[in-house]
């Protein structure tokens, strides 16, 4: 018994010594292992991210340059901050011009792309307007001086030309009909002269009108997007995801001068028609009716003139002597097709009749009194007859608060000899506007003193106010909740004439 005790005993203390022995092995190893150098790290292969932008930029940028310009400006002419100051002035926005008493050289920055490969560039008109020297610098740093070809402010697109020698890298343009809001687009350009960026952004609206810019015209009709864009990008290309170009970049909205989100690129269908047209005549010619109109797409307004479908465009004036007035077109037409094209708004027809070659008869589809007639007119040049700045004649803001009748608020009085004179009128028809009240609804329509309303239209039915009684007998049939047209004479201060606006309000 003894001797197996001992012999347990024996084999207990060799386990245990065993396992420190082990123990000591394994701990030391460890210890070892700690004490080994790092390893090397090493840089891995490039693995393929998603490159469909870095493929469209590296294809467009031999195409994009950047436009340097000199433009001799007179000491008079100097200062900062005026309301047509161009929005993408890359001088100005560094720190402005020189503070001196003579004339200097400013000089501004832009940029611009290649369209044929003879030298041919596209750009913005405020890059090279009045510019006396245009410097063209290519993707590869050669530089060389360009030539003016034409120039449109209405778009605010130019053409210039360089003289290489050798064929050029083209930037191909795409149909911007296509483009739908949400697609993803990039812009390249000089941003404060770093030149050939790129940013990435989406088409963020169609048809934006009105940018408040400083460059806005009637020609304009913008594609907004929120890639960044900024002094030194004027003229670039904005360039779809298969890399054509479906813009050129124009303008931003910002209150620091710098991209807040809100750039706009003129579509490439409207910049290739005014290419066209500079390139083989140095000039761009848009046709026109001869009328004003009213832009406002006033759906009440044309419920007024007996329009259901809430499409046409009201004929406000007619000017004397032109083609509509020439074909009979009349103040309170609404013209609502042209050669089978829908009037639906202004801005169509703006486009119809600006594009139709000077010249060409039209088949104009006018609603008249509630019946439909159509008139044949000749399209005349723009410049010869639009009377410019006519259709933004506002009234003359002043308000008083007496002399008012009638639910609408508005006073009004027989228009006498003495107030033809005074007032450079043409005759005593009609009734002129002495007061509208505050509050109500004829100063919510913008009525005001000075004003001759000729003619009420109440649910088609069309009165002429020939005096007081006229106006009186249009009162009678106002009921609460109709629409009323009123065509009202404003002055226009700037030429001290009198022209025709529709007025709609809804009788209370």
Do not use: C
């Not at 309301?83 to 501004?108: L, T, Y």
């Amino acid at each position: 018994m003894n001797n197996r005790r001992l012999l347990y005993l024996t084999l207990i203390v060799l386990t245990l010594g065993v396992g420190v022995i082990i123990g000591t092995i394994v701990s030391g190893g460890v210890k070892a292992t700690a004490e080994q150098k790092a390893a090397t790290l090493v840089i891995p292969d490039p693995v393929s991210l998603s490159n469909a932008f870095s493929q469209i930029a590296s294809q467009l940028e031999p195409a994009v340059v950047n436009i340097n310009t000199e433009a001799t400006v007179q000491a008079p002419q100097r200062g900062r901050g005026g309301q047509n100051q161009d929005p993408f002035d890359f001088f100005d926005f560094f720190g402005g011009a020189p503070d001196q008493d003579r004339d200097f050289k400013a000089r501004s920055l832009g940029t611009g792309f290649i369209v044929d490969k003879a030298g041919y560039i596209l750009t913005n008109h405020h890059v090279v307007d009045k510019a006396d020297k245009i410097k063209v610098v290519l993707d590869d740093k050669s530089e060389y001086t360009a030539k003016l070809v034409g120039s449109d402010k209405e778009t605010d697109l130019a053409v210039i030309k360089i003289e290489v020698g050798h064929d050029l890298p083209v930037a191909k343009l795409g149909n911007s009909d296509a483009v739908r809001t949400g697609d993803w687009v990039l812009a390249i350009g000089s941003p404060f002269g770093f030149d050939h960026t790129v940013t990435a952004g989406i088409i963020s609206a169609r048809g934006r009108e009105g940018t408040n810019s400083g460059t806005g015209t009637q020609f304009q009709s913008f594609l907004q997007t929120d890639a960044a864009i900024n002094p030194g990008n004027s003229g670039g290309p904005l360039v779809s995801m298969s890399g054509e170009v479906i813009g050129v970049n124009t303008a931003i909205v910002s209150e620091t001068r710098q991209f807040s989100g809100l750039g706009f690129a003129l579509p490439s269908s409207t910049a290739i028609k005014i290419y066209n047209q500079l390139v083989n005549t140095g000039k761009v010619t848009r046709g026109s009716i001869g009328i004003q109109y009213d832009a406002s797409q006033d759906a009440a307004k044309l419920r007024a003139f007996g329009v259901k479908s809430g499409a046409g465009v009201i004929v406000e004036d007619v000017i004397a002597g032109g083609p509509a007035a020439r074909a009979g077109l009349r103040s309170g037409d609404v013209v609502t097709e042209i050669d089978g094209t829908k009037i639906t708004s202004p801005t169509v027809l703006l486009d119809v009749v600006a594009n139709t070659p000077v010249g060409k008869s039209i088949q104009v589809k006018v609603l008249r009194d509630g019946k439909e007639s159509t008139l044949p007119v000749v399209i005349g040049d723009r410049k010869d007859v639009i009377r410019e700045d006519a259709a933004n004649a506002g009234p003359d803001d002043q308000r008083d608060n007496g002399g008012t009748q009638g639910k609408l608020g508005l006073g009004v009085q027989p228009i006498t000899a003495d107030m033809v004179r005074q007032f450079g009128l043409s005759n005593t028809e009609g009734v002129i506007v002495t007061s509208v009240q505050p509050g109500s609804a004829a100063e919510e329509a913008q009525f005001s003193r000075g004003m001759v309303i000729t003619q009420i239209r109440i649910n088609g039915q069309v009165i002429d106010i020939g005096g007081i009684g006229d106006y009186n007998r249009a009162q009678q049939a106002m009921k609460s909740g109709s629409d009323a047209a009123f065509r009202v004479l404003v002055r226009n201060p700037s030429t001290n004439q009198y022209v025709s606006r529709f007025i709609t309000v809804t009788i209370p």
